[in-house]
């Protein structure tokens, strides 16, 4: 989006000229901005000094420098001279910092209006090269004028990783919690969000787009990669064969895969995409044998996203497991035609009906502790069952009101 400004009667800027002005390393010229709104979505920019006024256009300069990792602030910081940190971010996975840059700040005279500089041109963020993109910069600013300005908005793609750059960069800025629930919000709103995987040693397909909502992916012999919607509308073949190289290391490649993205969201406590890609995993969980993930999905949770995932994430897993994991597990064994009853979306996905349809299997066995499900049309899969306990609503119930109790006290 462009940096000029829309003279808009409805916006409560259109009186103001910006008075901020933010440098970045592969843009020519100043990204303008007004100082009374990113203060109030930046801890960096609230710290910034701010001359009263300046009798002449002061030059650019590079001078002093900051480390987001340990809180210490040179004069002329990023977030201003003698200012605290940038909301403890930039982080690597050891904890030590990805990078320091340099930020001067100056104030300058601009006709009437006092001009504050913001250098961002040396903040180099975790995991890259070079210097935070002007195109970053710029989605920021269309994020947080989104909040003041009906007319702006953070367009958003489908692919998670060109969120990271942003995620980082608002993280670094020490953004408000506000800003950061929005992009969070806005992410979970686009259709299609999903998260690249690379696909090793496979020719005709090299990466897998998996889509982080109503979508289960699995193998099917000898190397089918499909994935059915869920609710079931339709099944949809990704690759017919994938390659032997692939199949081994698939399960790897996506556990590494979610496994950054969900430490990144409980490090910035995104809530709901967290949430959103613990669903994922499990609902790739539910084609056993044939899953993308199952093999690998304790290398998923890593210590340093157990370390980092909210509080109530890991109080309502307790919970769950709490009510539901009961040591009554059963084993069913029919012959000739048995009715399964679909009682949700996943499972009648997986029949390509739709939940609350009876599918009519060739038989249930006894196999390994479980119970197989044998389907003529379909491939079997597994019933993990356990007498007794409660209903999925009364235990759904019992976390809710537990977690009320605890939120209330706390």
Known sequence: MSGRWRRREDSPLHELDPDLHILVDDRPGPLPAHHAVLMLFSRCVRDLPRAAAAPALAPFSSTGTYSFGGGHAAAGSACGAGGGGGGGVGLSAGGALGSAGSAPLEAAALGSVSITVWDLRNLVLEGESRPVSGDVVQRWLDLVYSHVDHGRRLEVLT??????SLLLFADAIGSSSLSLETLCRRLLETPGLHVRVPLEQNTHVPWLELV?????????????LEFVDVPY??????????????????????AAALEGWLYLAGRLRLVPLARTLIDFVKLQLVPAGLSILGPAVAQVYSPRVLQCLPPELLVEGFLRDAVGDLPSR???QANGPVTLGCASA????????AP?????????????GRSMLHSEEFADLPVNAS??????EQREAAVTQAMERLLAET
Do not use: F
């Open 159 to 164: 692919d998670m990783e060109h969120a990271r």
């Open 212 to 224: 982080l909502m109503g979508r289960m992916y699995y193998v099917l012999q000898p190397r089918s």
């Open 233 to 254: 509308t339709a099944c949809v073949i990704i690759d017919p064969g994938i390659s032997e190289a692939c199949r081994a290391s698939l399960p790897g490649a996506v």
């Open 330 to 332: 059963v084993q069913l």
């Open 346 to 353: 996943a499972a009648a996905a997986w029949y390509e009906c």
């Open 356 to 368: 609350g349809h009876g599918v009519e299997l060739a038989a249930v066995e006894a196999l390994e």
């Open 387 to 392: 007498m007794g306990g409660l209903s999925a």
